[in-house]
């Protein structure tokens, strides 16, 4: 008991008001960093967020050109009757294909 006894009395020493008031400013400066790295992360939530819909866009244009390429490379073999006899509008047609296959990360 005396044990118990003496570790109450060094408590109630070491709880003076100085001590308290030290641990309530401590309090209130952990308080405001917490909702500092808190503003922090939902700002980073946000600018996520903005970013995958603006990678979803991007995903969808790029679906969309390739469609378009696609299609013009077609175009060209079927209605270039010397298709065959012109490198160079089989390079550009080989280059067409080429940009219209590329794959997006993640597909």
């Known amino acids: 008991a005396h044990t118990v006894e ?44 903005d970013a995958r819909e603006k990678l979803e866009a991007a995903e969808h244009r790029i679906a969309e050109h390739r469609k ?8 060209a073999r079927r209605y270039l009757p010397d298709y065959d006899e012109h490198p160079e509008i089989q390079a550009a047609d080989e280059l067409l294909e080429s940009a219209a296959g590329i794959g997006v990360k993640g597909e």
Do not use: Y
């Open 6 to 49: 003496k570790r109450d009395a060094e408590f109630i020493a070491a709880a003076n008001p100085r001590t308290m008031l030290a641990l309530l400013d401590e309090n209130i400066q952990l308080q405001r960093g917490k909702d500092a790295i808190e503003a922090v992360a939902l700002a980073l939530r946000d600018d996520m967020r």
């Open 68 to 75: 378009v390429l696609n299609s013009i490379a077609a175009v």
